[in-house]
Protein backbone atom coordinates (compact mmCIF):
# COMPACT_ATOMS: atom_id res chain seq x y z
CA UNK A 1 0.00 0.00 0.00
CA UNK A 2 2.75 2.35 -0.49
CA UNK A 3 2.26 3.01 -3.99
CA UNK A 4 0.83 5.96 -4.46
CA UNK A 5 -1.44 5.06 -7.21
CA UNK A 6 -3.12 3.28 -5.71
CA UNK A 7 -6.24 1.75 -7.52
CA UNK A 8 -9.68 2.28 -6.42
CA UNK A 9 -11.31 0.48 -4.18
CA UNK A 10 -14.81 -0.26 -3.61
CA UNK A 11 -16.74 -2.83 -1.29
CA UNK A 12 -20.52 -4.04 -0.73
CA UNK A 13 -21.90 -5.52 1.74
CA UNK A 14 -25.25 -7.34 3.02
CA UNK A 15 -26.70 -8.03 6.43
CA UNK A 16 -24.81 -9.57 8.80
CA UNK A 17 -26.08 -12.43 10.26
CA UNK A 18 -23.73 -12.53 12.89
CA UNK A 19 -24.64 -8.66 14.08
CA UNK A 20 -28.66 -9.64 13.91
CA UNK A 21 -28.14 -12.67 16.48
CA UNK A 22 -25.44 -10.48 18.70
CA UNK A 23 -27.96 -7.53 18.39
CA UNK A 24 -31.37 -9.82 19.87
CA UNK A 25 -29.29 -10.86 22.28
CA UNK A 26 -28.36 -7.99 23.25
CA UNK A 27 -32.20 -7.16 23.43
CA UNK A 28 -33.30 -10.30 25.10
CA UNK A 29 -30.91 -9.51 27.52
CA UNK A 30 -32.25 -6.40 28.26
CA UNK A 31 -35.36 -7.21 28.28
CA UNK A 32 -34.89 -9.75 30.54
CA UNK A 33 -33.18 -7.33 32.96
CA UNK A 34 -36.21 -4.84 32.85
CA UNK A 35 -38.58 -7.90 33.64
CA UNK A 36 -36.46 -8.81 36.73
CA UNK A 37 -35.64 -5.04 37.72
CA UNK A 38 -37.13 -4.13 41.25
CA UNK A 39 -38.84 -0.97 39.92
CA UNK A 40 -42.24 0.12 39.33
CA UNK A 41 -43.96 -1.19 36.63
CA UNK A 42 -44.41 1.99 34.98
CA UNK A 43 -40.58 2.80 34.83
CA UNK A 44 -40.13 -0.86 33.48
CA UNK A 45 -42.79 -0.39 31.08
CA UNK A 46 -40.95 2.95 29.94
CA UNK A 47 -37.78 1.00 29.55
CA UNK A 48 -39.64 -2.18 27.39
CA UNK A 49 -40.59 1.08 25.04
CA UNK A 50 -36.89 2.95 24.68
CA UNK A 51 -35.80 -1.02 23.93
CA UNK A 52 -38.95 -0.96 20.92
CA UNK A 53 -38.26 2.13 19.79
CA UNK A 54 -34.28 1.31 19.23
CA UNK A 55 -34.99 -1.84 17.90
CA UNK A 56 -37.02 -0.24 15.52
CA UNK A 57 -34.51 2.80 14.63
CA UNK A 58 -31.57 0.08 14.52
CA UNK A 59 -32.32 -2.92 13.00
CA UNK A 60 -33.30 -1.46 9.23
CA UNK A 61 -30.93 1.34 9.13
CA UNK A 62 -27.78 -0.48 10.54
CA UNK A 63 -28.29 -4.39 11.30
CA UNK A 64 -31.01 -5.35 8.00
CA UNK A 65 -29.73 -2.55 6.06
CA UNK A 66 -33.56 -2.40 4.31
CA UNK A 67 -33.74 1.39 4.91
CA UNK A 68 -33.08 3.75 1.94
CA UNK A 69 -30.55 5.59 4.24
CA UNK A 70 -28.83 2.52 5.09
CA UNK A 71 -24.69 2.61 4.34
CA UNK A 72 -24.11 -0.51 2.76
CA UNK A 73 -20.94 0.44 0.01
CA UNK A 74 -17.76 2.42 1.06
CA UNK A 75 -15.08 3.18 -1.52
CA UNK A 76 -11.64 4.55 -1.93
CA UNK A 77 -10.36 6.69 -4.46
CA UNK A 78 -7.84 9.24 -5.28
CA UNK A 79 -10.30 12.14 -3.68
CA UNK A 80 -10.66 10.06 -0.16
CA UNK A 81 -13.49 8.31 1.64
CA UNK A 82 -16.85 7.82 0.02
CA UNK A 83 -20.10 6.05 1.70
CA UNK A 84 -23.04 5.05 -0.31
CA UNK A 85 -27.19 4.83 0.82
CA UNK A 86 -30.22 4.57 -1.50
CA UNK A 87 -31.68 7.76 -0.28
CA UNK A 88 -28.75 10.11 -0.87
CA UNK A 89 -26.20 8.23 -2.91
CA UNK A 90 -22.14 8.74 -2.45
CA UNK A 91 -20.95 10.65 0.22
CA UNK A 92 -17.60 12.35 1.13
CA UNK A 93 -16.76 11.09 4.30
CA UNK A 94 -14.05 11.54 6.94
CA UNK A 95 -12.60 8.67 8.50
CA UNK A 96 -12.16 9.17 12.67
CA UNK A 97 -9.23 7.59 14.11
CA UNK A 98 -10.92 5.41 16.30
CA UNK A 99 -11.96 3.36 13.34
CA UNK A 100 -11.17 -0.52 14.14
CA UNK A 101 -9.87 -3.25 11.49
CA UNK A 102 -9.80 -6.52 13.42
CA UNK A 103 -9.86 -9.78 11.37
CA UNK A 104 -13.48 -10.65 13.18
CA UNK A 105 -14.84 -6.90 13.13
CA UNK A 106 -14.42 -3.68 10.99
CA UNK A 107 -15.67 -0.64 12.28
CA UNK A 108 -15.74 2.31 10.12
CA UNK A 109 -16.28 5.65 12.24
CA UNK A 110 -16.89 8.63 9.78
CA UNK A 111 -18.29 12.31 10.21
CA UNK A 112 -20.37 13.41 6.99
CA UNK A 113 -19.42 17.12 6.00
CA UNK A 114 -20.80 20.05 7.96
CA UNK A 115 -22.06 17.02 10.53
CA UNK A 116 -21.21 17.45 14.59
CA UNK A 117 -21.74 14.07 15.55
CA UNK A 118 -19.43 10.90 14.30
CA UNK A 119 -21.55 7.94 12.75
CA UNK A 120 -20.48 4.18 12.70
CA UNK A 121 -20.88 1.23 10.51
CA UNK A 122 -20.42 -2.20 12.02
CA UNK A 123 -18.81 -4.81 9.33
CA UNK A 124 -18.61 -8.43 10.40
CA UNK A 125 -16.58 -11.06 7.62
CA UNK A 126 -20.09 -12.63 6.87
CA UNK A 127 -21.01 -9.39 5.55
CA UNK A 128 -18.39 -9.36 2.73
CA UNK A 129 -16.79 -12.23 0.53
CA UNK A 130 -13.16 -12.91 2.86
CA UNK A 131 -10.92 -11.38 0.06
CA UNK A 132 -12.91 -8.23 -0.04
CA UNK A 133 -13.05 -8.16 3.81
CA UNK A 134 -9.30 -8.49 3.56
CA UNK A 135 -9.34 -5.91 1.42
CA UNK A 136 -11.06 -3.20 3.26
CA UNK A 137 -9.09 -4.36 6.39
CA UNK A 138 -6.19 -3.31 4.86
CA UNK A 139 -6.89 -0.57 3.07
CA UNK A 140 -8.09 1.21 6.52
CA UNK A 141 -5.32 0.63 8.31
CA UNK A 142 -2.38 1.49 5.40
CA UNK A 143 -4.26 3.50 2.69
CA UNK A 144 -2.61 7.07 2.62
CA UNK A 145 -4.23 10.21 4.20
CA UNK A 146 -7.09 8.14 5.70
CA UNK A 147 -7.83 10.90 8.37
CA UNK A 148 -8.02 13.70 6.13
CA UNK A 149 -10.88 15.43 5.73
CA UNK A 150 -12.92 15.54 2.52
CA UNK A 151 -12.16 17.99 -0.38
Known amino acids: MSSRNNP ?18 VLLLCAVT ?5 APAALRLAGAGLLAVHAGWVLP ?10 VC ?8 WWLWSRAQGWQPVQLLRDSLAWP ?3 IVRYRLPGCLW ?24 FSRRRWSAPE
Not at 8 to 25: D, G, N, T, V
Open 34 to 38: LLVLD
Open 61 to 70: RHILLGHPGA
Open 118 to 141: PRSVCIFPDALPADQHRKLRVRLR
Open 73 to 80: RLRHDGQG
Open 8 to 25: PFECRWQASRRLQILYLM
Open 104 to 106: VLV
